[in-house]
């Protein structure tokens, strides 16, 4: 049987509304932390072992903001089992140490293109192991490299690993699997590759296996172990590649047209893509529509202690005081959307539990804009799941643009720009705006936010993260009213997004989260991180 690749294909096909509203992560950071967390929990499931020693090796751009993002920490937690929603793992590090793990932390040449990159090095009882992963943004991520060869794991798929020590095992491990005929229709790819210390084989498959075929693998000459690895990212898959109903939001607005409305067009590309029914899909956006609530509670109610605090974490709060107060002067409706964002991101901020949408770094932006015209409106919870089903689908064209989500990768325009974009279209559905206006307030929203920088000081995901949500929410509400009055992008919403990507390609590595620029780069930023000899741009 010769070598199988199709998940590469799936992955590049396949995108869930559940990647842009989504994941249900703990703070910070959506690329350094869940991405990271995620990377390190496929990497326990491809090694198999019990660990002994971890290296961490991050890209040079991320390392003034690691420790901010918590990334080592989330890595740590992956390795340990742990998923990016679970809060135990800020404890990592603490819970390795009593394992007797050893974990350190190193840099890699800055010769790799992706700033996202990290590579593993881990000593289990099967020897060491080298894996290369890459967080894409979102959550999201891909595992690219094992001992220096190549492979595509993106946790979208189930996976059968096995560690086997001949060669000649491989041929008896594919006949294994080639007779089962049932198998055979689940397959999306498989390959072996020999690792510095033995061999690893690995299917990529739907649905689930017989138990019987891994008890007869386990049982093969060579074998030493054998181990089904779960979906990291379960966003459901129900075929073999496919092309998805729409990548494109022409293309979306023609599927529109066709089922009567945009919620049922998109709700027809997640049930066609994933294989679960409208109500399953329908539930568990109402699933993330309560962690927003949730987090909007907590940012206004509860005491918040942010990771480093460099931002106070009561700004939620003075916002809403102050529009409870009669101060407001702009009406009570945007005010009160940008306290409940800065409260969502305080919460971030505190390794509280948020919706990422697309990003942690911009997750105030969509729960803020939404829960407060809900209310204004007096409009239901199913009215917010749709406007949010809706946002899900506009931001699958923006991933099949090819524009990134990751602010390390494409400055904030990428997440803050790309979250008020969602938000937009999402407040012209929430108010019964038509698919054309959806579509536009999007390319409005985004339009404004060409160009915006990312430039944390210091790494955590507070200043300037927090407030530029509240631009975030302020654009969507701009570009939400201009939609809904009529008016529209002159540059046609699908070349807006390819001027997003073309921007986020321009902007130079030190506006891209590297702490290198801008805002980073201030005398009191340089305070903050005590570091004398930053080599910034404002310095040359
Ligand atoms: S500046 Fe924007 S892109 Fe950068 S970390 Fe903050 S929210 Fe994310």
Known sequence: MAEKQLEKEVAKLDVSIFEIVGPIMIGPSSSHTAGMARI???AKDIIGADLKRIQIALHPQIKSTFKGHETDVAIVGGLLGMREDDESIKDALKIAEKKNIDTMVSFLPSTYQNPNTVVLTVESDHGIISITGISIGGGSFK?????????SFTGKTNYLFVNYTKKETENKIIKTLEADKALQEKQLGYGAIQTRNNYLF???????MPGNILREIRKLDGVIDARISPPILSFGLSKQPHRPLFKSIRELMELAREQGSLFEAILKYETNRSGRTAKEIIDLMGTHLEIMQKAVDQGLKEEITLVTGLASGIDGKLLARSVENGNSISGDVLPTAISRALAVMEVNGSMGTVVAAPTAGSCGIIPGCLLTVKDKKNLSDFDVIRALIVAGGI?????HAGVSFSGAVGGCQSEVGVSSALAASALVELVGGNPMQVAHAAALAIKNMLGLVCDPLGGPVEVPCIKR?????????????????GIKSVIPPDEVLLALKNVQSLLP???KGSAMGGLACTPTA????GESNLCCVLDS
């Open 40 to 42: 390190g929990r496929m």
């Open 395 to 399: 931001g699958v064209t923006f991933a």
């Open 509 to 511: 590595s030190e506006l």
């Open 469 to 485: 949500n509240a631009i975030g929410v302020a654009n969507a509400f701009a570009a939400a009213e201009m939609a809904l009055a």
């Open 202 to 208: 690995w299917l990529s498959f739907l649905n689930s």
């Open 143 to 151: 595992i690219t490299d094992i001992d220096g060869k190549k492979v």
């Open 526 to 529: 340089r305070k903050f991180r």
